[in-house]
């Protein structure tokens, strides 16, 4: 089992920044997804975005595109969602998440991550 670990979440008025950290741990392949997923209160987890560590390849959420940048840190094992422009609609508790996948490419589906963090919360006010 993969252990994540976030890091990075606080309150920001809108139009500011906060940068959030996933560190794995317990995982045996570069070949893997990691993924922010985010849920507001009263609403369904929602995928934000993912990155393929070997591939370099990303996918963003329609709501997030040109505001979020996620990376990985290749040679390490940590996850970062860069996140500007930030809007009150994006308050939300974000987890980050791990799973293999058969293709080339990453999934915005939470069905398909099977490990999870404990989650950091982000909040911003108008």
């Known amino acids: 089992q993969v252990q994540l670990l976030e890091s990075g979440g606080g309150s920001v008025r809108a139009g500011g920044s906060l940068r959030l950290s996933c560190t794995a741990s317990?995982?045996?392949?570069?070949?893997?997804?990691m993924a922010w997923f985010r849920q507001a209160p009263g609403k369904e987890r929602e995928g934000v975005t993912a990155?393929?560590?070997?591939?370099?390849?990303?996918v963003y959420a329609d709501s997030v595109k040109g505001r979020f940048t996620i990376s990985h840190d290749n040679a390490g094992s940590t996850m970062y969602l860069q996140m500007d422009s930030l809007k009150p609609e994006d308050t939300a508790m974000y987890s980050c998440?791990?799973?293999?996948?058969?293709?080339?490419?990453?999934?915005?589906?939470?069905?398909?991550?099977?490990?999870w963090g404990q989650g950091t919360q982000v909040t911003v006010s108008a």
């Open positions: 990155i393929h560590v070997q591939l370099r390849r990303t």
């Open positions: 998440a791990y799973y293999v996948p058969q293709h080339d490419g990453c999934a915005l589906r939470q069905d398909v991550y099977l490990d």
């Open positions: 317990g995982y045996a392949t570069q070949w893997y997804c």
